[in-house]
């Protein structure tokens, strides 16, 4: 049975909720810092900032790369208190996911409401560079969800969006963070955006991390960067662990195997030119037992006195396995450009392509069975229906393999295993959408993203949209999508300069289209109303 309420009466609820929200907050703010940068993979992170600082606070969500963010000081401080200060945010988020057809059952329609938070402290030290600081999560659906209790101890209510997730939250940051003239450096409980283990922040709670993250300046021009996580904390968890995305099953995700790792350590260096036009990174990401990731990218402003402001960006990734071998044999290559021009004051138009060549292994087995639990067991496949093999007489999926002949059998491989963005779509690849990406779909191929967006002169409107195509197409497989996005966010108080404060709304909307069987749901929505508060 679906214990879900009806549809018209949960969303009422909700409505009133955002209301109510939106009726105590402040309309206007003692002083108006800047809204956050769109929330767009439009422009790669390296262009950002020449160095990254660690990223204790937030950051704004984004689709596609996540760029590092430095942590602003608290908001908020008390009289008599010198170096206390606080900050903070409130979300009411309103998830509907609809899937066409609604396949065997397998695949509901599914919605959610969520009312959360954090409120963060942080004390600076009286002549030293140490700040001490600790944030709260959590969050609550108030009953609106109906029941979404544990069934049979393994799964919830599948007739409610708990990638959302659809039940409480509840946990806490930690850290200490060292601050030098030049190097800075936090340890603990925190929110981390990297490239490749990023904050995820597009539902009620971020991605946490636990371990260090630190940056030296060595010059004007070049950075560098360490971080060490031992432990993660799932934006649908409440607890740290020794997991990843892709070995363990948190709601919201599809892990392959649950079996606790060592967790990451990233180096990277950061370059901007003197005159900024050229800026880039390269770094090296150690997932342990399952795969070394190297990744590059580059940003050149073309003529920055052009009023059209042309850029071209370039993205190079190379992924192979290691220790354990938990995930199976690795091998990724991906190749990405990106052109982009602004041709009127705030109106940003960009063109990306990703490819990732196939990689092919031929073997034999005792039968198409024997063969296909060979290839799950030793090689990272994809997923979604990518690379499913096709009966001619009846059209129906045999395997993830094909039949050689005389007992051989062949499979296809080369997708990026990336455990901290798997499933969440948010690595910094140019093609990624709202949705999915071919990360997502742990598969290589070939991918096109057109996008526009624009912010209004006074930054309190910010409208973007994006059309995306992808082609899975393999040797002996056919699988091809494409997905439009559409995105709106209205900042209630005047923008300034700085991270904003106040009262936002934002309407995002994604379709993916998968009309080749045997990938289902063929058509899928996703439609979600955030409401944000931040102080």
Request: proline share 7%; charged share 15%; glycine share 8%.
């Amino acid at each position: 049975m679906n214990h879900v309420l009806p549809l018209r009466i949960r969303e009422a609820c909700a409505f009133v909720m955002l209301t109510l929200i939106a009726a105590v907050a402040p309309v206007a703010a003692q002083t108006a810092p800047a809204s956050p940068a769109p929330e767009t993979s439009s422009a790669p992170s390296a262009a950002a900032s020449a160095a990254p600082a660690p990223s204790t606070q937030r950051a704004p969500e984004r689709s596609g790369a996540p760029a590092p963010a430095a942590t602003p000081a608290s908001a908020l401080t008390i009289p008599g208190l010198p170096g206390l200060g606080f900050s903070g945010l409130i979300r009411a988020y309103d998830f509907n996911r609809q899937n066409v057809p609604q396949f065997h059952g397998n695949n509901p329609n599914r919605i959610a409401f969520n009312l959360g938070g954090d409120l963060r402290a942080e004390y600076k030290l009286p002549d030293l560079p140490l700040t001490l600081g600790a944030a709260y999560w959590a969050a609550d659906p108030l009953g609106l969800n109906g029941n979404n209790t544990l069934l049979k101890n393994t799964t919830r209510n599948g007739g409610i969006d708990n990638t959302l997730p659809g039940f409480p939250l509840s946990t806490f940051e930690y850290y200490v963070r060292y601050s030098g003239k030049s190097i800075s450096a936090t340890i603990g409980n925190q929110l981390i955006n990297m490239l490749w283990a990023p904050s995820s922040d597009s539902r009620i709670k971020p991605a946490l991390y636990q371990g260090i993250d630190a940056t030296g300046k060595i010059s004007s021009q070049f950075s560098v960067g360490v971080t060490r996580a031992i432990r993660f904390e799932s934006r649908t968890d409440s607890l740290f662990d020794r997991n990843t995305l892709l070995t363990s099953t948190p709601a919201g995700a599809s892990g392959l195997k649950t079996v606790q790792t060592s967790g990451l350590l990233r180096l990277a260096v950061t370059y901007a030119a003197p005159d900024k036009r050229l800026t880039g990174t390269a770094e090296a990401n150690a997932f342990y037992d399952i795969g070394n990731l190297y990744y590059a990218e580059a940003k050149y402003n073309v003529q920055p006195a052009n009023a059209f402001k042309p850029y071209i960006a370039a993205q190079y990734a190379r992924e192979t396995q290691t220790g354990r071998r938990l995930l199976g044999t690795i091998s990724n290559e991906t190749f990405g450009v990106q052109l982009g021009i602004t041709p009127v004051k705030g109106f940003l138009v960009t063109v990306g392509a990703d490819e990732a060549p196939w990689n092919y292994a031929t073997y034999s087995a005792s039968s198409l069975k024997a063969a296909t639990s060979y290839a799950a067991a030793n090689y990272f496949l994809p997923s979604g229906g990518t690379n499913t093999y096709l009966q001619a007489n009846p059209l129906v999926p045999t395997a993830t393999v094909q039949s050689l002949g005389a007992g051989m059998y062949r499979v296809g491989y080369g997708g990026i295993a990336s455990p901290y963005t798997d499933s969440y779509a948010t690595d910094p690849f140019y093609t990624t959408s709202l949705t999915q990406g071919t990360v997502d779909r742990r598969s290589p191929g070939v991918s096109f993203k057109l996008a526009l967006a624009y912010t209004t002169a006074d930054k309190r409107i910010v409208l973007g949209t994006s059309e995306a195509l992808y082609n899975y197409d393999s040797a002996y497989a056919r699988n091809r999508t494409s997905e439009f996005d559409a995105d709106l966010t209205y900042n209630f108080n005047p923008v300034g300069a700085g991270t904003y404060k106040g009262l936002s709304y934002r309407e995002r909307y994604g379709q993916r289209s998968q009309p080749v069987f045997p990938t289902f749901p063929q058509t899928f929505k996703y439609l979600r109303h955030q409401l944000l508060y931040s102080f």
